[in-house]
């Protein structure tokens, strides 16, 4: 199979030159699971392991590969590659690693387009919504909400649902799809363009799995069901996975997420919630917190019910989450630095006379 047919292009193929890597074979990883890669050429699929190199000169986990890379690799043994190098990446989707102070972890990469699935039974979260949103945004991923198990409700709750999300979210699509009747299902396949990289995004149980089966027309992923006790999704997906579909789209299923950290520097919390940035242009303070300043344009709009106030809860929670997120990584690097010098002192007292 083609590499087009995996998305690669002219940007890759000159990114590839950029960083020498023309001596090496090129392919994308397909699968990731606790470090052990799956990487699919032109030659076919291959198990992969990183160089040496490449794993004692990552700083962070981000210089690891992930679902989505165009890696430069080279065979040696017998359907085993080496990968010696990641090509530039043009999107990263990633969240707070769990557990991990000041750390990200890669979602996926290299991708165009996010399908942010929920269900819209008892597990639909508008806060989670954005939280998804915000990643995307962060990212320059286009996000598109998908409304899943619409079989469940009526006409009128679906209609109240929508209503609901158009009003704290502006210009993003929203497709609503019942993987069990099919309904919606070829109208999210009109989403999908041949070469294009898309990515699904989404709580345990809430049907990406049965997403993916739909749009690919046959059984990829194990499907499970929603736990009656307690009525949380059980993890199905237990790792990042690439697929091609019939139609040339390139899709990524990805593990439930049940924390969605927010690691977001580069607006895209001001995006997802652009209207409360607007509207704080007119704050007497330029550097209003929006919680206790006099003036505040935020502040009086929700108490004028001009701004929905669970939107306007929302973003100060994650904001107050990146602050602390940025704090934490601006501490570390510190710590590093500090670390570095103390190493450095060390080693020139070792060689000098005075040792």
Request: glycine fraction near 6%.
């Amino acid at each position: 199979m083609k590499l087009e047919r995996f998305g690669y292009n002219d940007k890759i193929d000159k990114l590839r030159i950029q960083h020498d890597l023309s001596n090496f074979e090129i392919g994308r990883v397909i699968s990731e699971h606790k470090e052990r890669y799956i990487v699919k050429t032109e030659k076919g699929e291959f198990d992969a392991e990183i160089t040496g190199n490449l794993r004692y000169t990552a700083r962070t986990r981000e210089d690891f590969p992930a679902v989505g890379d165009w890696v430069a690799i080279s065979e040696y043994d017998e359907n085993k590659v080496l990968i010696h190098s990641i090509v530039p990446r043009k999107t990263i989707i990633a969240r707070q690693a769990v557990g991990k102070q000041g750390e990200k972890q890669i979602i996926a990469t290299n991708i165009d387009f996010a399908f942010i699935v929920q269900a819209v039974d008892n597990n639909f979260n508008i806060n989670r919504l954005e939280r998804y949103l915000t990643i995307c945004n962060a990212s320059h991923v286009k996000p598109i909400i998908v409304l899943n198990k619409i079989d469940l409700i009526n006409d009128t709750a679906l209609t109240a649902l929508m209503k609901e999300i158009q009003k704290r979210v502006k210009q993003v699509p929203i497709i609503s799809i019942s993987n069990k009747s099919k309904k919606g299902i070829e109208g999210l396949n009109e989403y999908i363009v041949m070469g294009k990289t898309y990515c699904l995004l989404g709580s345990s149980g809430v049907g990406k799995s049965s997403l993916l089966n739909n749009l690919s027309g046959k059984q990829l992923m194990k499907t499970n069901t929603i736990s009656a006790s307690t009525n949380k999704g059980r993890h199905v997906t237990s790792h990042r996975e690439l697929i091609v579909l019939e139609n040339g789209g390139i899709i990524i299923d990805n593990p439930g997420t049940r924390e969605v950290g927010i690691a977001d520097s580069v607006g895209g919390l001001d995006k997802t919630f652009e209207k409360l940035i607007e509207l704080a242009k007119n704050c007497r303070f330029k550097d209003c917190t929006h919680t206790i300043e006099v003036d505040c344009a935020v502040i009086a709009a929700v108490q004028h019910k001009k701004m929905d106030k669970l939107f306007y809860e929302n973003y100060i929670k994650m904001k107050r989450e990146k602050e602390h997120f940025e704090s934490t990584v601006a501490e570390k690097r510190k710590k590093d630095k500090d670390f570095g010098k103390m190493v450095k002192q060390f080693k020139n007292l070792k060689n000098s006379d005075k040792y």
